[in-house]
C-alpha cells in the first residue's frame, strides 16, 4: 500500500511539473505587394518580388517557386488571368528561392530583386507563356500560409 501511495505521489509531482506551452495557432499574414496577379514578366530581366508579411509571435522564412502553367493547373482559389491556349512543355522554366525573415520581427515589408534567365545552360530559349508563381510564408512557430498567382512570362 506504501508502494502505491509512493508512485502516485511522484505521479502527481512529475505531472505537475510539466508545463504547458502557450501554442500560437495563428498564421502568419501575408500581402502580395508585387508582382501582381497576372502581371507580365520577361525573360532576361529583373522584376521586384515585393510582400508585407506580419504575424502575432515573429516570422520565420519565405520561400517561392515558379513553374509553367501551360496545362492550365490550379492550386486552390486565386485571381485567374487570360490564359494561353493550352500547350505542352518544351523547355519550360522552373525555379526556387528560400529567403530568413527577421525572427523578431512582427511585420515586415520583404523585397528582392528576381531576375529569370533568359535561356536554359544549354543555350535554348525558355518557353514563354503561362506560369505560377507560389509563396510559402513560415511564421517562427512554423505556422504556414500559401499563396499563388498566375503570371505570364515572355521571351524579352
Not at 74 to 101: E, Q, R, T
Request: aromatic share 12%; net charge negative; hydrophobic share 40%.
Amino acid at each position: 500500500m506504501k508502494k502505491l501511495i509512493f508512485i502516485s505521489l511522484i505521479a502527481a509531482i512529475s505531472f505537475a511539473c510539466i508545463e504547458e506551452k502557450d501554442t500560437d495557432l495563428e498564421k502568419p499574414v501575408l500581402e502580395l505587394l508585387a508582382p501582381m496577379p497576372c502581371d507580365t514578366l520577361f525573360f532576361g530581366d529583373s522584376f521586384h518580388f515585393t510582400a508585407k508579411i506580419t504575424d502575432n509571435t515573429g516570422l520565420g522564412n519565405i520561400s517561392m517557386d515558379m513553374h509553367n502553367n501551360f496545362g492550365h493547373h490550379n492550386h486552390g482559389s486565386h485571381a485567374s488571368c487570360n490564359m494561353d491556349a493550352p500547350k505542352d512543355a518544351v523547355h519550360p522554366f522552373a525555379n526556387n528561392w528560400i529567403f530568413a525573415l527577421p525572427e523578431s520581427e512582427k511585420e515586415f515589408v520583404f523585397d528582392t530583386l528576381i531576375t529569370l534567365p533568359d535561356r536554359k545552360n544549354d543555350s535554348v530559349l525558355f518557353d514563354p507563356g503561362d506560369y505560377h508563381f507560389h509563396i510559402y510564408v513560415t511564421d517562427n512557430d512554423g505556422y504556414q500560409v500559401f499563396t499563388s498567382l498566375d503570371v505570364k512570362v515572355l521571351n524579352n
